[in-house]
Structure formats: structure tokens, C-alpha cells
């Protein structure tokens, strides 16, 4: 197991078959490594992106969705598998800062979504460090998030939002988001709420 900071990094990928089954075809097949890679990224890219309450990759696999975090903890899983190093990236952006399709009459809601955090990889491939972010599926490009399709691992993928600033980390994302998760307001609790309310709202009448 590969050994991080001052302590051991696990990953416990316990997934329904569904996901878990095609990330492990994907890792016995006759594949490169550079093809597995590949096939990895579009298959995690394409669960449905939606906050589930849970950064954790087996609640996202049983709910057949999820967010940045459950899906790049999910990949990163695989590329170890791999032996391909990989960090993780970890983010503060607004959204009122994306350029996407927000009703006009709720742009209020939007302008007062405190600062959120993103979770995206890197990762060596052929010797070079790339740039994975695969938080947005496909359907979603109709209302302006920034897919990442088609990637030949030659070049960064484009990042899923407008950073603030990049850290790079080697260790669990998933404590760094809980941790300041507890340090918002109740006023922008309240702001949250609010804006992913209406971001599930807009999302689920593309799916639908």
C-alpha cells in the first residue's frame, strides 16, 4: 500500500457491481496501462454528477451518482491499482464566477452561494503529470459545465471550475471537505442549501 505523509492512505472501495464491475474489467483487460487510464476517466465521468450528502465512492455507487469527491477518491482508487501516481487537487471557486445557465429570476440565489470546494486529480502519464477532472457528465454540457470528452491523456483536462487557487494534496480529500464544511455560517448554511437546491433543479430537468 502506498504510503503518504505521515501515515498510510487506504482506500476502501467497497462499490456495487455495477461500477466496480466495469472499473475491474477495465483494469483485467489486455489494455496499456495508458488505455485502462483512459477508459477509467470516461466511465467515472459519465455517473450522473449530484451531491448525495457523502464524499464516500460505495454510497456514490449505490446511488448510481454523485459529486467531485466520491469520483475522483473512486478513480484515484483505480489508478493505484495501476501503480500510476497520482495527487489530488483540491480547490475554492464560486459559482456565480461559472458561466452556466442559471434561471434570471434566481441569479439572487446563486450570488449569494458562499465559496465551495473542488476535488480534482493529477496524475503521471508517459512520464508527464496531467491534469483529471472528471466531475461532469456528459448531459451536463448543454448547460454550460465544462465536459471533459475525448481526452488522449497527451494534455490537461480542462479543470470543472474557476479556481480561487490549486493546492496540491497527498492525502484523503474527503476530511479537508468535511472540516471546512463545519466551519460555514448558519447564514451561508442557509445559502447552500439554497443553491443546490436549485442546482438539482436545473440539472434534473436536463436529465429529464
Same mark, same amino acid.
Given at each position: =500500500?502506498?504510503?503518504?505523509?505521515?501515515?498510510?492512505?487506504?482506500?476502501?472501495? !467497497?462499490?456495487?457491481?455495477?461500477?466496480?464491475?466495469?472499473?475491474?474489467?477495465?483494469?483485467?483487460?489486455?489494455?496499456? %496501462? *495508458?488505455?485502462?487510464? &483512459?477508459? @477509467?476517466? $470516461? &466511465?467515472?465521468?459519465?455517473?450522473?454528477?449530484?451531491? !448525495?450528502?457523502?464524499?464516500?465512492?460505495?454510497?456514490?455507487?449505490?446511488?448510481?451518482?454523485?459529486?467531485?469527491?466520491?469520483?475522483? /477518491?473512486?478513480?484515484?482508487?483505480? @489508478?493505484? %491499482? #495501476?501503480?500510476?501516481?497520482?495527487?489530488? &487537487?483540491? =480547490?475554492?471557486?464560486?459559482? *456565480?464566477?461559472?458561466?452556466?445557465?442559471?434561471?434570471?429570476?434566481?441569479?439572487?440565489?446563486? $450570488?449569494?452561494?458562499?465559496?465551495?470546494?473542488?476535488?480534482?486529480?493529477?496524475?503521471?502519464?508517459?512520464?508527464?503529470?496531467?491534469?483529471?477532472?472528471?466531475?461532469?457528465?456528459?448531459? #451536463?454540457? +448543454?448547460?454550460?459545465?465544462? /465536459?471533459?470528452?475525448?481526452?488522449?491523456? $497527451?494534455?490537461?483536462?480542462?479543470?470543472?471550475?474557476?479556481?480561487? $487557487?490549486?493546492?496540491?494534496?497527498?492525502?484523503?480529500?474527503?476530511?479537508? +471537505?468535511?472540516? %471546512?464544511? =463545519? %466551519?460555514?455560517? +448558519?447564514?451561508?448554511?442557509?445559502?447552500? *442549501?439554497?443553491?443546490?437546491? @436549485?442546482?438539482?433543479?436545473? !440539472?434534473?430537468?436536463?436529465?429529464?
Amino acid at each position: =500500500m502506498q504510503s503518504f505523509g505521515n501515515g498510510k492512505f487506504y482506500y476502501a472501495i !467497497i462499490v456495487s457491481m455495477n461500477i466496480k464491475q466495469k472499473a475491474d474489467q477495465i483494469i483485467a483487460s489486455g489494455d496499456s %496501462k *495508458k488505455e485502462k487510464i &483512459l477508459k @477509467l476517466c $470516461e &466511465l467515472v465521468r459519465e455517473i450522473p454528477y449530484k451531491r !448525495i450528502g457523502s464524499f464516500n465512492p460505495d454510497d456514490m455507487a449505490r446511488e448510481g451518482k454523485g459529486s467531485c469527491t466520491p469520483k475522483h /477518491v473512486f478513480l484515484a482508487g483505480y @489508478l493505484q %491499482k #495501476l501503480g500510476v501516481p497520482f495527487r489530488f &487537487l483540491i =480547490m475554492p471557486f464560486y459559482y *456565480k464566477k461559472m458561466p452556466l445557465a442559471y434561471p434570471t429570476d434566481k441569479r439572487s440565489i446563486v $450570488e449569494n452561494m458562499p465559496v465551495s470546494y473542488h476535488v480534482a486529480l493529477k496524475a503521471k502519464i508517459d512520464g508527464e503529470w496531467r491534469i483529471i477532472d472528471v466531475t461532469w457528465d456528459s448531459r #451536463l454540457k +448543454e448547460l454550460g459545465f465544462p /465536459v471533459n470528452e475525448k481526452w488522449n491523456g $497527451e494534455s490537461d483536462m480542462k479543470l470543472g471550475v474557476i479556481p480561487e $487557487e490549486i493546492t496540491e494534496k497527498e492525502v484523503d480529500p474527503r476530511k479537508f +471537505e468535511k472540516d %471546512k464544511a =463545519m %466551519k460555514y455560517t +448558519e447564514q451561508e448554511k442557509v445559502a447552500r *442549501k439554497e443553491f443546490y437546491n @436549485l442546482l438539482d433543479e436545473v !440539472i434534473d430537468q436536463v436529465r429529464n
